[in-house]
């Protein structure tokens, strides 16, 4: 129990600290200028919050503690990427089938970005952790 709390805790860590700086100096600047009219001011915190805790959860569950238990941190990586892309896969072409103001720009920065995070915040968090409960 007490390693999975530390890999959730080393993944979230890792995941949230990246994601602040991917948002203030990559996606933000591109939402704005193609849906700056639906921006909330200020941010919805307790929605980022739940997102981020449960998406956090699910990587660790389904792609993180397995790998960890392999000792495959190349394992973790992979199937973050995959995780990764499903989810703001599924978030950014939704989005683009059926908001207006959506842009190709958004869908391809922000899918990217989603999925190269969870890859590599899957990989980071077993890299952590790797060895040091065995």
């Given at each position: 129990m007490l390693q999975a709390t530390f890999l959730y805790a080393a993944t979230a860590g890792v995941f949230l600290a990246l994601d602040v700086l991917?948002?203030?100096f990559l996606i933000r600047p591109v939402f704005e200028?193609?849906?700056?009219?639906?921006?909330?001011?200020?941010?919805?915190?307790?929605?980022?919050?739940?997102?981020?805790?449960?998406?956090v959860a699910g990587l660790v569950w389904l792609v993180s503690w397995p790998a960890l238990k392999a000792n495959d941190p190349v394992h973790a990586l992979i199937g973050g990427l995959i995780i990764g892309l499903m989810c703001y896969?599924?978030?950014?072409?939704?989005?683009?089938?059926?908001?207006?103001?959506?842009?190709?720009?958004?869908?391809?920065?922000?899918?990217?970005?989603?999925?190269?995070?969870?890859?590599?915040s899957a990989w980071a968090g077993v890299v952590l952790l790797s060895g040091r409960f065995n």
């Open positions: 991917g948002i203030r200028r193609n849906v700056g009219h639906l921006l909330a001011e200020p941010l919805r915190l307790g929605p980022a919050a739940l997102f981020y805790l449960g998406y896969g599924t978030y950014e072409m939704t989005n683009y089938a059926t908001l207006a103001d959506w842009s190709w720009e958004q869908v391809i920065i922000d899918g990217l970005w989603g999925t190269l995070l969870t890859g590599f």
